[in-house]
């Protein structure tokens, strides 16, 4: 089976950190873009990162300069690293993926999405 399990969630202060991790089962990201979008109570879901085949990389205004995507070595895992965690990042985070790996794109473009992994930053 095809899939994407997301881990790394849980319970941070303010000013705190977490890494997610994303790991592919049933294939591998070689030809995939691979993103990270959130989702908070009420809210609409929203690209958080991108990171493409040539290791291009989109962060949303709210996170750039905290969150970082990065890859393992082997290419078999995209790290999502957060830092100085704000309580407004709580949400759900799902990792996503495409087979064009040229380009990032839209939520649209995500055909294949983990069952994500909550993340909640207290005051």
């Known amino acids: 089976e095809v899939q994407l399990v997301e881990s790394g969630g849980g319970l941070v202060q303010a000013g705190g950190s977490l890494r997610l991790s994303c790991a592919a089962s049933g294939f591998t990201f070689d030809d995939h873009t691979i993103g990270w979008f959130r989702q908070a109570p009420g809210k609409e879901r929203e690209e958080v990162s991108c990171?493409?085949?040539?290791?291009?990389?989109y962060y949303a205004a709210s996170v750039k300069g905290r969150f970082t995507i990065s890859s393992d070595s082997a290419g078999n895992r995209r790290y999502l690293q957060m830092n100085s965690l704000k309580p407004e990042d709580t949400a759900v985070y799902y990792c996503?993926?495409?087979?064009?790996?040229?380009?990032?794109?839209?939520?649209?473009?995500?055909?294949?999405w983990g069952q994500g992994t909550q993340v909640t930053v207290s005051s």
């Open positions: 996503a993926a495409h087979d064009d790996g040229r380009f990032c794109g839209e939520e649209v473009d995500f055909d294949l």
């Open positions: 990171t493409t085949l040539d290791g291009s990389t």
